[in-house]
């Protein structure tokens, strides 16, 4: 069966530190990779999303940038972390359109 | 820009009854749709998945419906228990592909009490 992991679970930083947060799917190969933010009285936001190692496309322009080193790893990163930046972020995978997404446990990030 | 709503925000029934979710969508050119539940502070865990060809789709108590032309779905929860307490979003994938995936697009959800 998949799984899917996030870490860390959660993350409190200062403004301006960089950030890093990793997802990885298990037990399936080449899947379509998704991450998502959810913040505090706003429904969920599409960051990005990438169909395969090395491809990234971006949903909204941002401070945060994401990378996928390997076909079952999902990086989200930022080098200077906003107030803003706070929220809940989501990792997702599907196997294609005809699939449901499947989604992580989360990241909750606090930034002070 | 599609844009998904749900109404109602929050809803609290007493055990046993059965209730209906609503979500709408603006632009019909959807590929699917799909509802999830969120327990607090939890990742989504998917529920159905409903596909733009489909009218409806039943897992267990769940019945989710889909009326594409008109923009709208239902979700269909029967004798409802203390354990559906929980947040339930909906989200509809687009039509036109970003190159094979789809970043969905989320309802802000219904926050749904089932009072003992």
């Known amino acids: 069966s998949q799984t899917i992991h996030q870490w860390p679970a959660t993350l409190v930083q200062p403004v301006g530190s960089p950030l890093s947060l990793e997802c990885t799917v298990e037990?399936?190969?080449?899947?379509?990779l998704y991450w998502y933010r959810q913040a505090a009285g706003r429904g969920l936001q599409l960051l990005f999303y990438?169909?395969?190692?090395?491809?990234i496309s971006s949903e909204v322009p941002q401070n945060l940038s994401a990378s996928r080193p390997q076909d079952r790893q999902f990086i989200l990163s930022s080098k200077k972390l906003l107030l803003s930046d706070s929220g809940f972020y989501l990792c997702?995978?599907?196997?294609?359109?005809?699939?449901?997404?499947?989604f992580g446990p989360g990241t909750r990030l606090t930034v002070l | 820009k599609q844009e998904v709503t749900q109404i109602p925000a929050a809803l609290s029934v007493p055990e046993g009854e059965n209730l209906v979710l609503n979500c709408s969508f603006t632009?019909?050119?959807?590929?699917?749709l799909q509802w999830f539940r969120q327990d607090p502070g939890k990742g989504l865990t998917s529920l159905l998945l409903?596909?733009?060809?489909?009218r409806e789709q039943t897992s267990g108590r769940l019945n989710a419906s889909l009326d594409k032309s008109s923009g709208r779905s239902t979700l269909y929860i029967a004798a409802s228990q203390p354990g559906d307490s929980a947040t339930y979003l909906c989200?509809?994938?687009?039509?036109?592909?970003?190159?094979?995936?789809?970043?969905?697009?989320f309802g802000k959800g219904t926050h749904l009490i089932i009072q003992p």
């Open positions: 632009d019909s050119a959807i590929y699917n």
């Open positions: 409903i596909q733009s060809s489909q």
């Open positions: 037990g399936t190969s080449n899947p379509n």
């Open positions: 997702a995978w599907d196997r294609g359109r005809e699939d449901e997404q499947f």
């Open positions: 990438s169909v395969g190692i090395g491809q």
């Open positions: 989200a509809v994938a687009p039509l036109y592909s970003g190159g094979g995936a789809d970043g969905l697009t």
